[in-house]
């Protein structure tokens, strides 16, 4: 009964490490999941740019581009640095110039609008609303180009939509003084949340005619981004493209973009795999010292059955099998453990995160099959390894030495 309950301890060990594991690496892929998922809904799955800065044939290099198998559609954009300012309170932004027209086949801004839309960039602005110190001042002229503001910005500014903020550029005119900053009033037309702080916090957008009058960078672009079919083969897609296009133009996909974050994501998935292994591992020492146990008792039994003719395989055999038995026994309720509370979490999301910490309020959960394989495979291996001494000593036992006292 002692060693029956040694097994069954065994199994459970060797459950609880399975189930562990399923659902931790499940977890890590949904965040992994949803992280790419946030950033290609405000980034573009590849981009084009120039070594020389600005382009000047965009609007060439984006049909060049989309001629390319794989291509969905492209679009220009203009990338800078401005301070912006909203008479209560200051900050440092991202200014995108994007064109209304294709932006949205690109970049999925559109679905993270939570008020205005991107038509509403290419729409003068209007008196209604005002708020802030530069309410008075554009009222004499209403006509200012549109701005959408990520939500934690819009909040930092004090600032809605319809409000005014004055955007201020250290690439600004040459004056007798020296080169001073140029400053230009936009009317906020919308917000959107991406879910990402950063985003929401830095990103804020323009139409790319107004961009290049801030700017006064006449007829150009920082680069073009495109969408791809297939986000796993943009490595591929970009390739080609370099070989397309000519210098002094580059091309990078989202995977070199955000290539320290995934491989960080991807190496703590690892490092998470091998821990929670440690739980099978003690499982297996419980294995070996219950099938150590079974040897000592049954010494005995395996003596008459080595007298009896058993060969040296069959009785190692013996407690190979039942070692691996406990060890698929062990898996099959593991999986089904790990599959129970990954379906609960997915479905009730009964575990709530801090907004103000995670960028999520619950855990999101993606189950890989291959993830799955390998943890089943892994802990039926170590359960197997376990048994290969207890088993060896078995099956090396002296009938005549076993039954000499008896």
Not at 59 to 66: A, G, T
Request: glycine content about 8%; charged content about 15%; aromatic content about 8%.
């Amino acid at each position: 009964a002692f060693i029956s309950l040694i097994t069954l301890i065994s199994m459970a060990g060797v459950a609880l490490g399975v189930t562990a594991l399923i659902v931790v690496l499940a977890v890590m892929n949904g965040f992994q999941e949803d992280l790419r998922e946030r950033i290609l809904g405000v980034t573009s799955h590849v981009v084009v740019g120039s070594y020389q800065g600005a382009i000047a044939n965009y609007r060439e290099v984006s049909e060049q581009v989309q001629e390319e198998a794989g291509v969905e559609a492209a679009t220009p954009f203009i990338y800078t640095q401005v301070m912006i300012s909203s008479g209560q309170a200051s900050s440092g932004a991202i200014l995108r110039g994007i064109d209304p027209a294709t932006a949205g086949a690109v970049i999925r801004l559109d679905s993270n609008l939570t008020a205005g839309t991107l038509d509403d960039l290419n729409t003068a602005a209007g008196t209604a609303g005002t708020t802030g110190t530069a309410g008075a001042a554009d009222a004499e002229d209403p006509a200012r180009p549109g701005l959408i503001l990520g939500v934690e910005l819009a909040n930092r500014l004090g600032v809605a939509v319809n409000g005014w903020v004055t955007l201020i550029t250290p690439g600004g005119r040459i004056t007798p003084l020296g080169r001073m900053p140029k400053n230009q009033m936009f009317r906020i037309v919308g917000l959107f949340k991406s879910g990402m702080y950063e985003y929401d916090n830095t990103l804020a957008y323009t139409s790319l005619q107004a961009a290049q009058k801030f700017l006064g960078s006449s007829d150009t672009a920082t680069g073009v981004e495109l969408r791809v079919t297939d986000i796993y083969s943009a490595s591929s897609i970009s390739e080609r493209l370099r070989q397309r296009l000519t210098f002094p133009l580059w091309v990078r996909d989202w995977v070199q973009m955000n290539h320290n974050l995934f491989s960080a994501l991807k190496l703590e998935k690892v490092v998470m795999f091998i821990i929670l292994t440690l739980i099978v591992l003690v499982a297996a020492f419980n294995i070996v010292s219950s099938l150590i146990m079974l040897v000592m008792e049954k010494t005995r039994d395996i003596a008459i059955l080595k007298a009896m003719g058993a060969t040296t395989a069959s009785i190692r055999k013996i407690f190979v099998l039942e070692g691996l038995m406990i060890g698929i026994v062990g898996t099959a309720l593991g999986l089904l453990g790990g599959f129970g509370l990954c379906t609960l979490l997915k479905n009730y999301q009964f575990i709530e995160l801090p907004r103000d910490v995670y960028y999520i309020s619950t855990l999101p959960v993606h189950l890989q099959p291959l993830d799955v394989v390998v943890i089943a495979i892994s802990a039926v291996t170590i359960c197997l390894i376990a048994t290969v001494y207890p088993s060896f000593q078995a099956a090396r036992l002296n009938p005549v030495e076993a039954l000499r006292y008896e």
